[in-house]
């Protein structure tokens, strides 16, 4: 019925093979959640710092973003992500919004715009509260 195989060359080798293809495809996975995860983050902490920004000094949340992460036809995140300002700007009624795509796989060929995905980060806005009259002496939040 079954023959014995008397000669296991190569055996090893495709071992190794399915394996190594395996370790590959696991270590390029994990590479590229890293890359998405850092992103996601860097995306996060611009955004909260221009609404920190815009809390003490308004009309800067903009300019901060962009001096941070970049604009749409100049990202400084390199091909990775791409910030998206929003039609009315990034100062929302209570709160700083930011869009973003990023890349969720290094395509090997083809476009790269079918592997981006659209992500959103918000921060609250809390504006700090003025004086009152300066004789009074107090502030408002008192």
Partial sequence: ????I????????????FVF???????MAHFQLSLTYVTAHI????TFMAARS???????AGQYIEDMVGTETQSKLSFIATP????????QLDSILLNYDVLSYIPLFGNADAARLGGQSTSPLYR????????????DNE
Avoid: C, H
Wanted: net charge positive; proline share 9%; no cysteine.
């Fill in 6 to 17: 008397r000669n296991n060359k190569g055996q090893a080798l495709t071992e190794f093979l």
């Fill in 1 to 4: 019925m079954w023959k014995k």
């Fill in 54 to 60: 815009e809390s003490s000094t308004p009309a800067t």
């Fill in 84 to 91: 998206k300002a929003p039609q009315n700007g990034y100062v």
């Fill in 21 to 27: 293809v395996l370790l590959l495809f696991i270590v």
């Fill in 128 to 139: 700090q509260p003025l004086p009152l009259q300066p004789d009074q002496g107090v502030f």
């Fill in 43 to 46: 995306m996060k902490y611009a």
